[in-house]
């Protein structure tokens, strides 16, 4: 082997992302200075995106098991049980940094990649959602990378066949050069059939099968560990190009083949492709893997080791056969016109050789580069903005707008309007199982077969955590729960997509660690284990990092998929039953940030006791006809709720909201209006059965009153017996449902 | 009665009809795979939704020299019920068992969402217990629905009373407004000049259960069965 010589030039490393220590410790690690090809292997997986240096530490708080876990973290993707013998198979990614860099094919691969870390496991995927996050609509680069973005994930999911069931999306200027792409899915797999990543039994083929090897995608996963310059667009290169055609196949197939037992293991090809797929599955299954890269079909002529191994050229998968079953696994693959070839071997000395034509270009222990990884507690301090934004004087914000005119202008913030614009280019339907369309809730759909359905949200707010983000990284916690239990679900699981900036900087540390603590402290009070997830560090343009973005995607189940809630009214006549109270909180809400341009103050305080008593209540009630539609109280408080209730329904509301306490008194009325406080939800039920509701809630030690009734058509709500909005329904939805487009639109008529 | 659902690489709405024929209506079915020789002794054939072979070159363009298309040319030759649903429709268009193309959508997005469609002739195997002048709602999904043919075939079309699906409004009415992609004469399903090989844009199979939001679609799945089983077209006319 043809090593490197003494110690290699800064910038060599600097390519590599490698520190000069890190360096030294791969030569301790190999006994001797690497060879190229080691020196790359190293670089991706001790890169932050595959070794999880920077978060690991912090990471072991989560709590990761619970009596439905079926897979904690660790495997492709984790699941839970949900009865019959089944589980649900899980887990959200992030493709933040492709996507800003070309947007169609970074969010396409994105989902493309998540889906196979899904079908991995052996689990039929049936479920996409996504979290989105992008700087103002009126920015004509970020109207570009959105409509990319939601062009890519329609354009792939669609294909595929796998409905996008829901998801969310806000904006805020510190996305505008690093958008948040966040794709959760979700399958179904017998639970004793669920398939692991690991090799083992040596002599036993490995092979290769999907799209050949480009050079498409090299250093992906270093690009994804560093922050954007000026200089970002000249990455495109790293950028790969996805193929759902041939992704189907490969689901389709490898579906197949996995319904014999002719597979020990099996692994996607994703960040880091080769490297990655053949060290991981080495030591998981505490083996050694011996390929050949000139065995691996290439896509480009003269491909050195170096590239073939970095390469991350997508739908490509890798599989460890029993010695024995090769033809038929062979076959299952022939049919689907895919060719399976065979690049090497187990082998039981915990190596990773790699050869070309024979030649050992690479020789590494698995575990050095996995579990030998550097772990960094890196230094911590809370930043300096965090003690002033907490401070927050209505009083020096002048005399407020009159509510109708601040509620007209929330519903014209992106973040709150509808999405309409964006699912309506989403498949939402195919697979016939989507009982809650997007924009009605959480996502549900039905599991064919077991009369039973599961609830899917993903959730986060950025400003929270920004401003406090232990409360912040609760609160997001609280809401996907909450939004689940809206429909009916009962929370069973989690998984996390964790959006920083650069963990080299100790203010995003602190902000990354405190983020976990709350995620830690929320998961177990509402008994929701996290089964695994995704950090997506250095999302950073200039030195200027995205607000802290912790998403939480939640699963629920609902026991009787006949019993299902919407956000909207369904009759006139119901009444309009608040559970929970607001008070006065008003920071870091979306009134502060439409109206004043500001992000301060403290977010809404969550007591985890009452969240928790508020989901069982919201779950128990659906299951007993109690309520008619439930709908989460958040962005834009409880008139921006309310309204929301009336939308794609016709039907009016007449509300009388009680009063909060406000130490300035001209914002009383908009604070009781929109401030954002926690573990609200407005139902409507009828009025036959409310008063049972409102005792059962009362039982439960959840607050709850009635507030109004629903009917006409025109949204009313007063405060304390005072008319303050009076609007017709169809013109505030108007406002609502038009806003996006019409950032679309226009841009089309004058082209 | 057995319905054969004909599954490409890259079909995705294969389950989706094969559920609905099965499990809603109870009848027989079988996949029947691309490179397959025979239709399974189907007396029906469904050519499902999805992107068949990747959609690639055009929509069907491919598909249809997948060697069961031979089979499927010959069972609409004597006289048997083909119904092609969204990219199964765009499949008999590109082999020449229907009429005309599809262009993009004139929003040149792709759309997924409820629409109306009014019921034109009820003399065809799949619209024979539906009654003329029934509204149906249908979701569609699809990139590329917008239907095209020169002004003359439109016309022929038209005589032939080969429309047998037009996008409307919920009460029924042909507006520009109801016509989700710019389809020519708002055309949303043809029947061939014999009037058994059917193709439609929206997805009759995804609206089988109440439960997803609308059965309208039960009515199209129904007639093929009333058609095979009664051989009820005559009396319709």
Same mark, same amino acid.
């Given at each position: 082997m043809k090593t490197l010589s003494g110690t290699p030039d800064p910038e060599l490393l600097e390519r590599h992302g490698l520190t000069r220590d890190e360096y030294q410790r791969i030569v301790e690690m190999l006994g001797r200075e690497p060879t190229f090809t080691e020196l790359g292997i190293f670089s991706v997986m001790w890169s932050e995106h595959c070794s999880y240096k920077s978060s690991r530490v912090h990471l072991r708080k989560l709590p990761t098991t619970g009596r439905r876990v079926v897979q904690g973290p660790g495997e492709n993707a984790g699941a839970v049980d949900i009865g019959d013998g089944l589980a649900a198979v899980f887990k959200i990614e992030s493709h933040n940094h492709p996507s800003f860099i070309e947007p169609y094919q970074g969010a396409a691969t994105g989902v493309g990649g998540i889906i196979r870390d899904i079908f991995t496991m052996g689990a039929r995927p049936i479920a996409l959602l996504n979290s989105l996050r992008f700087g103002p609509l009126e920015d004509p680069l970020v109207r570009r990378t959105f409509s990319g973005v939601v062009a890519g994930i329609a354009g792939y999911g669609n294909s595929i066949g796998i409905p996008t069931v829901g998801g969310e999306i806000a904006f805020d200027e510190s996305y505008t050069r690093n958008p948040l792409v966040n794709v959760f899915c979700l399958g179904i797999a017998k639970s004793e059939e669920i398939m692991k990543a690991a090799a083992s039994g040596a002599g036993n083929p490995v092979y290769y099968v999907g799209a050949k090897t480009g050079? =498409?995608?090299?250093h992906g996963a270093t690009m994804a560990s560093a922050e954007f310059d000026d200089k970002s667009a000249e990455k495109r290169p790293a950028v790969q190009v996805g193929d759902p055609f041939m992704e189907k196949l490969l689901l389709e197939a490898c579906l197949e083949v996995m319904k014999t037992d002719a597979l020990v293991g099996i692994q996607d090809m994703g960040a880091a492709g080769l490297t990655c797929s053949t060290c991981e599955m080495g030591a998981r299954g505490g083996a050694g893997i011996a390929i050949d890269v000139s065995l691996v079909p290439q896509r480009e002529t003269r491909m050195t080791p170096y590239e073939i191994m970095l390469s991350e050229s997508q739908e490509r998968m890798l599989l460890v056969v029993r010695k024995g079953r090769e033809r038929e696994v062979e076959r299952i693959f022939d049919k689907w016109d895919l060719h399976a070839v065979r690049i090497g071997e187990v082998t039981n000395d915990g190596r990773l050789h790699v050869k070309e034509r024979g030649q050992t270009v690479a020789e590494i222990p698995t575990a050095a580069l996995t579990v030998g990884a550097p772990v960094y507690e890196r230094p911590m301090t809370e930043p300096a903005y965090v003690a002033e934004a907490a401070q927050l004087a209505l009083r020096s914000l002048g005399k407020p707008p009159a509510p109708s005119v601040v509620f007209t202008r929330l519903l014209a913030s992106p973040t709150i309007a509808s999405k309409r614009w964006v699912y309506r280019?989403? @498949?939402?339907?195919?697979? #016939?199982? #989507?009982?809650v369309i997007p924009g009605m809730g959480a996502g549900v759909v039905r599991v064919k077969g077991t009369g039973r359905a599961l609830a899917l949200s993903v959730d986060g707010n950025g400003r929270y955590v920004y401003l406090d983000p232990f409360l912040g990284a609760q609160l997001a916690v609280a809401e996907a729960a909450r939004n689940v239990a809206c429909a009916g679900a009962e929370p069973v699981g989690a998984t996390n997509c964790l959006n920083f900036g650069n963990p080299e900087r100790p203010e995003i540390m602190w902000q990354f660690a405190r983020a976990v603590d709350g995620l830690a402290t929320a998961c177990r009070a509402l008994d929701i284990p996290i089964t695994g997830g995704n950090v997506s560090l250095y999302n950073e343009t200039d030195g200027r990092a995205v607000l802290p973005t912790p998403v939480l995607g939640v699963v629920g189940i609902i026991e =009787? =998929?006949?019993?299902v809630v919407r956000r909207t009214f369904e009759r006139d006549g119901d009444l309009i039953v608040l559970l929970g109270t607001s008070a006065n909180e008003l920071g870091g809400s979306e009134y502060l940030k439409t109206i004043h341009g500001l992000v301060r103050g403290r977010p809404p305080a969550l007591d985890l006791g009452l969240e928790a008593a508020l989901q069982r209540l919201i779950v128990e009630a659906i299951a007993q006809g109690l309520i008619r539609s439930a709908h989460d109280c958040a962005e834009g408080g409880l008139a921006i709720t309310i309204a929301e209730c009336c939308f794609d329904t016709g039907l009016g509301a007449l509300a009388d909201l009680p009063a909060v306490d406000v130490d300035?008194? @001209?914002f009383c009325d908009i604070s009781t209006l929109f401030n954002e406080s926690a573990s609200r939800v407005v139902a409507s039920a009828d009025p036959q059965t409310a008063e049972r509701l409102v005792q059962l809630a009362a039982k439960r030690s959840v607050p709850a009153r009635v507030i109004g009734r629903v009917g006409g058509d025109r949204i009313r709500i007063g405060i304390d017996g005072r008319a303050v909005i009076d609007e017709p329904v169809i013109g505030a939805e108007r406002i609502w449902a038009d806003t996006i487009g019409a950032f679309f639109e226009s841009q089309r008529a004058i082209a | 009665m057995k319905f054969a659902v004909v599954v490409f690489p890259g079909s995705n709405c294969d389950h989706d009809a094969y559920h609905a024929v099965?499990? +809603?209506?109870g009848q027989d079915a079988e996949f029947v795979w691309h490179r397959d020789a025979s239709l399974a002794d189907a007396d029906a054939v469904i050519l499902p939704g999805g992107f068949a072979h990747g959609d690639y070159l055009r929509t069907g363009a491919i598909a249809r020299f997948s060697p069961i298309m031979r089979e499927v040319r010959t069972f609409a030759d004597a006289g048997g019920p083909v119904l092609g649903i969204c990219n199964g429709f765009q499949v008999l268009l590109e082999a020449g068992l229907l009429p005309g193309a599809m262009l993009r959508n004139r929003s040149v997005r792709f759309q997924c969402e409820h629409v109306f469609v009014r +019921?034109?002739?009820?003399?065809t195997p799949f619209t024979v217990g539906c009654h003329r002048g029934q509204t149906l709602k249908i979701p569609i999904a699809h990139g590329e629905g917008n239907y095209y043919a020169e002004p003359e075939t439109i016309e022929r079309l038209e005589r032939n009373r080969q429309v047998i699906f037009r996008y409307t409004s919920a009460t029924g009415d042909v507006t520009d407004e109801a016509n989700p992609n710019g389809s020519a004469n708002n055309i949303a399903g043809l029947c061939s000049d014999r009037r058994n090989v059917v193709g439609l844009m929206p997805h009759p199979e995804r609206a089988c259960e109440l439960q997803l939001g609308s059965a309208d679609g039960l009515a199209v799945l129904e007639s093929v069965v009333k058609y095979v089983t009664q051989g009820a077209v005559a009396a319709a006319r």
């Open positions: 050079r =498409d995608g090299i280019q989403y @498949d939402h339907m195919v697979r #016939t199982n #989507t009982l =009787d =998929d006949s019993r300035a008194a @001209d | 099965k499990h +809603v209506l +019921v034109e002739q009820t003399d």
